[in-house]
């Protein structure tokens, strides 16, 4: 199935990017994963996990292990689709400079 | 909201360079590996017992396998799809070319031929090709993540 590139300004942050980088290569994260990869606190990720929640694209789950409760994260499939259009416009933008800059 | 081509590299850029990050992570370690490989062995060689202890063994088997996947899931803070894409599904496919057509053998010679060993000695030879196969699929799920895939 090919994938329409389509900028999408809620996953294109920064952070948000690289959360979803990394939400990309699982099925399911856990916080503290996502959290200690990206080197942030848990209020500033936490503000960016609940934007792409509202924007529907990730789930999030709480499970408790050994009395400690665990919040995963997952996509959702409007986020993967979303995602992987994105990922397929940065592409398309940065291979416009690879072939810019290719000698003639 | 538009970005330019070189802001459009550098996002990509630090996509793979978080994914490279995740291949740092925390592990599933070698006992994991082994239950992977016992787990093999075993659905083989369970065609050597009688059929209700057969069932009985299968449904231990099952249980096994729910108690791994929350083992990975606790241990590495992630839960990830064994044939997902990439080097991982050929590894994935890798063990179970070899998988299916070991039972296949194995059931012909139990039933056909009476040789009731036949799924022992396949349970013995599984055991490290699962095991060695789950630590080879965690090797190339981190070079996959390694160079941002």
Not at chain 1, 48 to 60: D, M, R, W
């Amino acid at each position: 199935m090919s994938v329409v590139p389509t900028f999408d300004p809620v996953i294109h942050a920064p952070l948000r990017l690289q959360a979803c980088a990394i939400l990309s290569s699982v099925n399911e994260a856990e916080f503290a994963l996502v959290r200690d990869t990206l080197g942030v606190s848990d209020s500033v990720l936490s503000k960016h996990l609940k934007q792409l929640e509202e924007a529907g694209y990730i789930k999030v789950r709480k499970a408790a292990l050994g009395g400690r409760q665990r919040t995963w994260l997952s996509f959702t499939g409007k986020g993967r689709k979303s995602f992987a259009a994105h990922v397929a416009e940065l592409e398309r933008l940065a291979a416009t400079v690879a072939a810019a800059s290719q000698p003639d | 909201m538009a970005i330019d081509q070189n802001e459009a590299a550098a996002a990509l850029a630090s996509m793979r360079e978080v994914r490279g990050r995740m291949a740092k992570g925390p592990r599933w370690g070698w006992g994991y590996h082994f239950l992977f490989g016992g787990v093999m062995g075993s659905l083989l060689a369970v065609q050597a017992l009688p059929i209700v202890w057969r069932f009985v063994a299968l449904a231990f088997c099952f249980m096994a396998i729910l108690l791994m996947k929350k083992w990975g899931r606790d241990a590495s803070g992630r839960f990830i799809n064994g044939f997902r894409r990439g080097r991982t599904r050929i590894v994935a496919v890798g063990i179970l070319a070899i998988f299916v057509p070991l039972y296949m053998i194995c059931s012909w010679l139990n039933f056909s031929q009476h040789m009731w060993q036949a799924p022992l000695l396949g349970g013995l030879v599984m055991f490290p090709v699962g095991a060695f196969g789950d630590l080879i699929w965690v090797k190339a799920y981190d070079a996959d993540l390694a160079e941002g895939k």
